[in-house]
């Protein structure tokens, strides 16, 4: 029997997002993007292939998944067959640190977990590049949740040249991430549904390609020269700019709420106030609000008194796959 192998993968945030797919089988995207590693959402993953099983088993927060659920571990666990040439099934237990399909990023933690557990219960031993590329596969975002810190995914032309690669694994830049917890529950538009409605029916798409090109021009020197108000400006922009295709695409959708709104306008005000901080989100309603760490006791505040104390998570920039003994 092969042994069990327990794996940790954080989310990550993107400043500058994926928001497209140019091939949906190998889950090549349309543009590169930018994230940020964080250290309070993570998932663990435990994963053993054992000959006398007739069927993959998962596990998800303790409970058992249905066939239909659980359909893109079983497609992730036959890539890494594919790549041994085994054929035992195996046994999956999760835990998402993270609400699930919530646009907390649970994809990404959880493919980065899944490729790390699944790969080396296999018997491989994959180096950096490998376990992206892997990841990938399972979700896009899970390819930038193999490193630590700022992370950049290359978008590439092909399954061998699209992976992550970081960017500054340790950040030596006291930043802080305010995540706001507005609806923790699943979004009605998953992440893939809602991208390939964007690229196959907003008009706007061509020029979303034309402004990630610019963002991440512009966020790298802005990251390696700690100027948080540039950095904080685009990542707002892009976030903002994202959210556009799914306005204009047809038919329509959005993933903000009404409390989504009314943050943004408190993060705004904050600004007026003096208190530099920035927001963004990926496909859900929870804002993700960048500062300085002197700012954070300003912005837990104003949102502590709008959204309830335990709506508000103090995050950090947080390491990359990591093997749990
Ligand atoms: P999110 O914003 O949370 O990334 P997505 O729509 O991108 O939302 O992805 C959510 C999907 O990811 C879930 O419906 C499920 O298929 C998968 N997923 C999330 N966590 C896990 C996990 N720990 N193990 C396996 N699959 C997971
Ligand atoms: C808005 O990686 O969840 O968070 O590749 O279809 O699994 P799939 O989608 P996913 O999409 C993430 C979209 C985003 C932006 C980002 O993380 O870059
Ligand atoms: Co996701």
């Not at 919530?102 to 990404?108: F, V």
């Not at 100027?227 to 976030?239: H, K």
Request: aromatic share 8%; proline share 5%; net charge neutral.
């Amino acid at each position: 029997m092969m042994p069990a192998i327990t794996a940790r993968a954080h989310t990550n945030i993107a400043l500058v997002k994926y928001w497209g797919k140019a091939d949906t089988e190998f889950i090549l995207p349309q543009t590169s993007s930018l994230s940020l590693t964080l250290d309070q959402f993570y998932t663990d993953t435990t994963v053993e292939f054992d000959e006398h099983l007739s069927a993959d088993e998962v596990t998800l927060n303790d409970q058992r998944l249905s066939e239909k659920a659980s359909q893109k571990v079983h497609t992730f666990l036959n890539l890494v067959r594919q790549m041994t040439a085994g054929t035992s099934f195996a046994r999956v237990s999760s835990t998402n640190h993270v609400p699930t399909a919530a646009g907390l990023a649970s994809s990404a933690s959880a493919f980065a977990a899944l490729a790390g557990a699944a790969s080396k219960a296999a018997g491989l031993n994959l180096d950096k590049p490998a376990l992206s590329r892997l990841a990938r596969r399972g979700s896009g975002s899970a390819t930038r949740s193999i490193y630590g810190g700022f992370v950049e995914w290359q978008a590439g032309h092909d399954d061998a040249d699209s992976y992550a690669v970081p960017i500054a694994e340790q950040v030596d830049w006291p930043l802080a991430v305010v995540a706001l917890v507005l609806d923790p529950h699943h979004k009605k538009v998953s992440s893939r549904q809602g991208m390939q409605s964007s690229v196959t029916t907003s008009p706007y798409y061509a020029a979303w390609r034309d402004v990630v090109a610019q963002d991440l021009a512009a966020i790298k020197p802005a990251i390696r020269d700690h100027n948080f108000q540039v950095l904080g400006e685009i990542l707002e922009s892009n976030a903002m700019r994202m959210h556009a295709l799914t306005l204009s695409a047809q038919p329509p959708y959005t993933y903000f709420n009404g409390d989504t709104l009314m943050a943004m306008d408190a993060v705004r005000e904050l600004r007026d106030q003096g208190v530099p901080c920035y927001y963004t989100l990926d496909a859900g309603p929870n804002l993700k609000i960048f500062c300085e760490k002197p700012a954070v006791p300003a912005i837990k505040q104003r949102f502590s008194e709008l959204f309830g104390a335990t709506n508000v998570i103090v995050a950090h920039p947080g390491p990359g796959l990591k093997f749990l003994a």
